[in-house]
């Protein structure tokens, strides 16, 4: 599989050249095989995808982890949603009292969006998630519901023997510098477990996390404290504070790995960046 990270950014879009480097889009990213694609997400990054170049296929899934603006901010604006004869999937999570597609509607409708959703040109699909794994063409999806504000889900894409775990939003423990001592208890464990690579939520420093507890999003420490116990061979760190430089990230991290050791491979994310699986 090859992973490209289009979106990198957690809650708003940036545009300083502070930002460019590690990307100021927010989350999307795209996963392939062959010539079968799958995108998770759909923030601004969702607009570097050159569509026109996709594949031989009308058919386009989108997997939603969940709501927020951020994830979905680039669903009213890429071209093929406007395209008569493409089929655009929308999968996302259930768990609320309102069904996937009302809630999509509140954004796709006046006052936020100038078209409803029931005039969008193309032939739009929208799913609930399964409670049980499925297969899109090649890829083996696993969705469960994780520790963030509102309906939300972390992925596991597995294609043969290789796997992606992708979990941009989330805060596996509450009011806790570690994570529990039984996997159980800790969320997104099972998505997380011998992953080939995890694309996971690392916004804080561990001295911001303590002032965030119960924001719904992680620390770098807690992230790779998860990543070690799960036993993922690549921990790709991401959904970076849109508050701050790239220079800060980077002095943020290395003062973090400076401090740790670890024997996987952690980066942060770097919108554009393409990883192989």
Not at 195 to 223: F, N, R
Request: hydrophobic content about 35%; some cysteine.
């Amino acid at each position: 599989m090859k992973v490209k990270l289009h979106g990198t950014r957690g809650a708003y879009p940036t545009s300083s050249k502070e930002t460019r480097k590690l990307g100021g889009n927010t989350p999307c990213i795209e996963i392939i095989k062959e010539d079968e694609r799958l995108i998770l997400d759909a923030g601004t990054g969702i607009l570097n995808i050159a569509f026109d170049k996709y594949n031989n296929s009308d058919r386009i899934d989108i997997l939603l982890t969940h709501l927020h603006m951020d994830h979905i901010q680039g669903l009213g604006f890429f071209k093929p949603i406007f395209d008569p004869n493409k089929e655009i999937h929308i999968w996302g999570p259930g768990g609320s009292s309102y069904p996937l597609k009302d809630r999509l509607n509140r954004f796709l409708s006046p006052p936020l969006f100038p078209v409803m959703l029931r005039d969008i040109p193309s032939k739009l699909i929208i799913h609930e998630l399964p409670n049980k794994p499925f297969k899109l063409g090649k890829f083996l999806i696993t969705s469960k519901f994780v520790c963030h504000p509102g309906p939300t889900v972390g992925y596991r894409i597995e294609v043969g023997s290789k796997s992606v775990t992708y979990i941009p939003d989330h805060e596996p423990i509450l009011s806790n510098p570690h994570l529990f001592k039984e996997d159980n208890w800790i969320s997104g464990f099972d998505l997380c477990n011998n992953t080939d690579l995890l694309v996971h939520d690392s916004q804080y420093s561990p001295e911001e996390y303590e002032d965030k507890v119960g924001w719904g999003h992680c620390s770098m420490e807690i992230a790779a404290e998860l990543s070690a116990r799960a036993n993922a061979k690549h921990l790709v760190m991401f959904h970076h504070d849109p508050s701050q430089t790239d220079k800060d990230r980077s002095n943020i991290f290395k003062k973090f790995m400076s401090t740790h050791t670890y024997d996987f491979p952690i980066e942060l994310a770097v919108q554009g960046h393409e990883i192989e699986v």
